[in-house]
């Protein structure tokens, strides 16, 4: 078994095995967000199908855009540290990895919240990472958990 396939069992089949067990999020002041007409469930284990590049589509056939916060930021630790337990530079070279394979798309780097916004608000299979506060009251955005 590879280091990838041994690294992505230990750390997404919990993720994907939890149907039935209740998990906490996440800690910290961020939360997962796509556009409000994604069919996705706000708890779906496709959002970490999604998360790990290991699906383009959601379940209903839409293409999934992963919008990654900028490299280094709170929000792109809290992706890689906190919810998906691994250091930036391992997801980033996995999801590069992806990218190559002709698995995912490559994921579009959002350099600001207003960006991340604009592209959740204009592609109905995005994915991102944002305060609770930006999402708060906007119609067109819904928060969605890890299960």
Do not use: C, Y
């Not at 409000?36 to 590049?53: D, Q």
């Not at 999934?64 to 998906?84: C, N, Y």
């Amino acid at each position: 078994m590879s280091i990838v396939a041994l690294w992505l069992a230990v750390v997404f089949l919990p993720l994907l095995s939890a149907h039935g067990h209740e998990k906490s999020k996440p800690p910290g002041d961020f939360v997962l967000v796509t556009n409000a007409k994604n069919g996705v469930p706000s708890r779906s284990v496709s959002i970490a199908k999604v998360l790990s590049g290991r699906s383009d589509r959601w379940p209903d056939g839409t293409k999934a855009v992963l919008v990654l916060p900028p490299a280094g930021s709170p929000a792109m630790r809290w992706l890689s540290e906190d919810a998906l337990g691994m250091p930036e530079k391992m997801l980033r070279r996995f999801l590069l990895q992806q990218v190559f394979r002709g698995a995912v798309p490559r994921p579009i780097e959002a350099r600001s919240v207003a960006q991340a916004v604009d592209i959740l608000r204009n592609h109905r299979g995005a994915l991102a990472v944002l305060t609770p506060g930006t999402v708060q009251g906007d119609r067109g955005l819904k928060i969605l958990e890890l299960p």
